[in-house]
């Protein structure tokens, strides 16, 4: 059984720094072309936004919105996904998931919350 772990949120200032993990168990992982998704306040869980893309071979993509401010990799020997975030701003604030792209059900972890606030 696949077991999805997200980690490393917290609650920092405007400009704040936070660094996201999540850890994909069943050997799986390397297959995977992954994401992390974004669930905002108050919106069904329906509604989570891709914001970064990873492909197996390290390839990335990122929505206009964090380009430049948010960083994805990935290690497959260690089954884990990064997600570097800098200049963190309010609008920022939401729960993120990781999941394969496409998403797949069987994929969704607890999440970790990030909020940014002063």
């Known amino acids: 059984q696949v077991k999805v772990v997200e980690s490393g949120g917290g609650s920092v200032q405007p400009g704040g720094s936070l660094s996201l993990s999540c850890t994909v168990s069943?050997?799986?992982?390397?297959?995977?072309?992954m994401g992390w998704y974004r669930q905002a306040p108050g919106a069904p869980g329906e509604q989570r936004e891709l914001v970064t893309t990873i492909l197996t071979n390290g390839s990335t993509a990122y929505k206009d919105f964090v380009r430049g401010r948010f960083t994805i990799s990935r290690d497959n020997d260690k089954d884990t996904m990064y997600l570097r975030m800098k200049n963190l701003k309010p609008k920022n604030k939401a729960i993120y998931y990781c999941?394969?792209?496409?998403?797949?059900?069987?994929?969704w972890g607890q999440g970790t919350q990030v909020t940014v606030s002063s």
């Open positions: 069943g050997s799986i992982f390397r297959f995977l072309t």
């Open positions: 999941n394969s792209v496409p998403r797949r059900a069987t994929l």
